[in-house]
Nanobody, 124 residues
């Protein structure tokens, strides 16, 4: 499984950004897809997930209502739409694929495959 994230950049507070993750064909039928983020010196933090079973979505409280995870099967892409960005959203964002049980769905260690990360900086 290969994942490649893109779409990061420098934006002002309140702006929107859509992150993209290109995935290997067939990944959607096998793995749950998620986004995590990491600030230097801190642990990787869960952001959003779309489950393999049922396509349910879950979000971290810190981004709930501002972020949407989606996928385009035809294009083999996973997206993270982020709106009303805040300086505290600044981080490197990673897409991930795995088969976590529901209780571990926000746990980075439950994911097998990771993209290389794309940096998001929110600053005025």
């Amino acid at each position: 499984v290969q994942l490649q994230a893109s779409g990061g950049g420098l934006v002002q507070p309140g702006a929107s950004l859509r992150l993209s993750c290109s995935v290997s064909r067939g990944t959607f039928s096998t793995y749950t897809m998620a986004w995590f983020r990491q600030v230097s010196g801190k642990e990787r933090e869960f952001v959003a997930v779309r489950t393999l079973s049922g396509g349910r979505t879950f979000y971290a409280d810190s981004v709930k209502g501002r972020c949407t995870i989606s996928r385009d099967i035809a294009k083999n892409m996973v997206y993270l739409q982020m709106d009303s960005l805040k300086p505290e959203d600044t981080a490197v964002y990673f897409c991930a694929a795995g088969r976590p049980i529901l209780s571990s769905i926000t746990d980075a260690s439950a994911y097998y495959y990771w993209g290389q990360g794309t940096e998001v900086t929110v600053s005025s």
